[in-house]
């Protein structure tokens, strides 16, 4: 089953590369834009029975090195739910 996880920086928490962006963005010319943050999205695929078992499994990858539990927060989809 495929797996898409997205992983970003936790509320409060400095991030310099969405600042970066942020910074660049509105020198383009899109002053509209702010609160930019960059994260990761990551695909996995998961040889798994059911749904369930993958969203099982893609927590216990993401709570051990997908995402740091401490500066990130992460959410996942699982195909076929």
Avoid: H
């Avoid at 962006?21 to 999205?41: A, D, H, I, T």
């Avoid at 099982?56 to 090195?65: G, I, R, S």
Wanted: contains cysteine.
């Amino acid at each position: 089953m495929q797996v898409r996880v997205f992983v970003t920086p936790r509320k409060g928490i400095l991030d310099p590369q969405g600042r970066a962006v942020e910074s660049s963005l509105q020198s383009l010319g899109f002053k509209n834009v702010s609160g930019v943050k960059v994260g990761k999205y990551i695909t996995l695929e998961i040889d798994a029975r059911t749904a369930s078992e993958a969203r099982d499994e893609a927590k216990k990858m993401c709570e051990a090195l997908l995402a740091n539990p401490v500066i990130e927060d992460y959410r996942f989809e699982v195909d076929g739910e």
